[in-house]
Structure formats: structure tokens, C-alpha cells
T-cell receptor, first 111, second 116 residues
Framework: QQPVQSPQAVILREGEDAVINCSSS?????VHWYRQKHGEAPVFLMI?????EQKGHEKISASFNEKKQQSSLYLTASQLSYSGTYFC????????????FGSGTRLLVRP | DGGITQSPKYLFRKEGQNVTLSCEQN?????MYWYRQDPGQGLRLIYY???????QKGDIAEGYSVSREKKESFPLTVTSAQKNPTAFYLC???????????????FGPGTRLTVT
């Protein structure tokens, strides 16, 4: 089942902060985060694993609540380059390994 | 430079024709994936392969076929049985795959297929 992302869209002024959430109804092994600019390929941002391990870009921070099967991506002091669509992908425990992606959160950062 | 290439970038076909989308990687990754993306939607998994000569169906495999004869290549054929083939197709790879792994997926630039 597809994870639910919120909000669906957000508009920021440069320098403002945003939080993007990803919620699953299934127990998870991990959550992946990717950003996609219009017409381009998604680019890896971060992986959050059960047990607290994280892997990703230094300037990106995120959290993973294993008990609630929720993850949040924190974008602080946003820059124009942060604009794009953010997707979370979940690795659920009840299926063979594959990532199920949410429908995305569109972020627009304005000057 | 290592990476994933997909060709062509744009592809136009008439309804009823099969079409094959190319995906090549030189990252020495074991796992490869095909996703479909429709406007305003997330990524939906079509097929994936963990190793040469082995592949599994994803969530929307009907009307598609794949092969994995070489580690670096994972072509996708969109058959005439696919009812709504017009979409953006993305190929990806990772070092390997497995539950709880920390292996990110690297995506190719995509192929935009239009069938009329």
C-alpha cells in the first residue's frame, strides 16, 4: 500500500523552513527520500533505517519513527535549488523487498 | 563517468506496436529496476532484477516484459497488451537489494513514451 505524504504542496520564501511527512500503514524496515526536478530523474537524498541508522546528504535531516511508521524530512533555510517534488519510498516488512513510493510533495521556493 | 543511460529520451509509437526501452548501467550494480511515472504521480514499480537471468514482477507488470542477459543491461518492452502505455519510464539500479539495506537507487534520465 502506498505511503501517504503531506503536505501535497508547499510554497516557501528563500530561507524559510519546511517539513515533509511520510506515513505508512505497514511496519517498515526503512524509508528512502528522493527529490525530482521537473522532467528529470529522481535524486537520492536520504535513507533512514530501523534502529536509527541514517545515510544521506549532510545538509538534509530527517527522522524515522519506527513505532508509528512515519518519517519526516526537514528542509531548513531553504534555497531556490530545493524546489522540486519530494518522494518517500518505503520498504515494508510484509512483502518482498521493493520500494513503494508516495505520490510526492511539490515544493516551490521563491526569492 | 559512471551512471545509468536510457535511450531514447523521447519515443513515439502507434497503438498496437511493441516498443523496447533501453537501460544500461556501468556502476557494476547487481540490482536494476523499472518504474513508470504518470503526471502528478509517484513512481510505480514494473519489474526488478536482483541478478543476471532473474527478474520479478512489480506492482504493474501486466503488458510489460523484461530481460536481464547482462549485468549492465535491463531492457523493458512495452507490449501492445499494455492498455495505457503513454508515460515517463525510469530505470534505476542499486548495488544490491534487500530488506533494511542502505543501498540507494540511482536513476537514469528517463524515456518519455507517447503512444497514439
Amino acid at each position: 500500500q502506498q505511503p501517504v505524504q503531506s503536505p501535497q504542496a508547499v510554497i516557501l520564501r528563500e530561507g524559510e523552513d519546511a517539513v515533509i511527512n511520510c506515513s505508512s500503514s505497514k511496519a517498515l524496515y526503512s524509508v528512502h527520500w528522493y527529490r525530482q526536478k521537473h522532467g528529470e530523474a529522481p535524486v537520492f537524498l536520504m535513507i533512514l533505517l530501523k534502529g536509527g541508522e541514517q545515510k544521506g546528504h549532510e545538509k538534509i535531516s530527517a527522522s524515522f519513527n519506527e513505532k508509528k511508521q512515519q518519517s519526516s524530512l526537514y528542509l531548513t533555510a531553504s534555497q531556490l535549488s530545493y524546489s522540486g517534488t519530494y518522494f518517500c519510498g518505503t520498504d515494508a516488512k510484509d512483502s518482498s523487498y521493493k520500494l513503494i513510493f508516495g505520490s510526492g510533495t511539490r515544493l516551490l521556493v521563491r526569492p | 563517468d559512471g551512471g545509468i543511460t536510457q535511450s531514447p529520451k523521447y519515443l513515439f509509437r502507434k497503438e498496437g506496436q511493441n516498443v523496447t526501452l533501453s537501460c544500461e548501467q556501468n556502476l557494476n550494480h547487481d540490482a536494476m529496476y523499472w518504474y513508470r511515472q504518470d503526471p502528478g504521480q509517484g513512481l510505480r514499480l514494473i519489474y526488478y532484477s536482483q541478478i543476471v537471468n532473474d527478474f520479478q514482477k512489480g506492482d504493474i507488470a501486466e503488458g510489460y516484459s523484461v530481460s536481464r542477459e547482462k549485468k549492465e543491461s535491463f531492457p523493458l518492452t512495452v507490449t501492445s497488451a499494455q492498455k495505457n502505455p503513454t508515460a515517463f519510464y525510469l530505470c534505476a539500479s542499486s548495488i544490491r537489494q534487500g530488506h533494511g539495506s542502505s543501498y540507494e537507487q540511482y536513476f537514469g534520465p528517463g524515456t518519455r513514451l507517447t503512444v497514439t
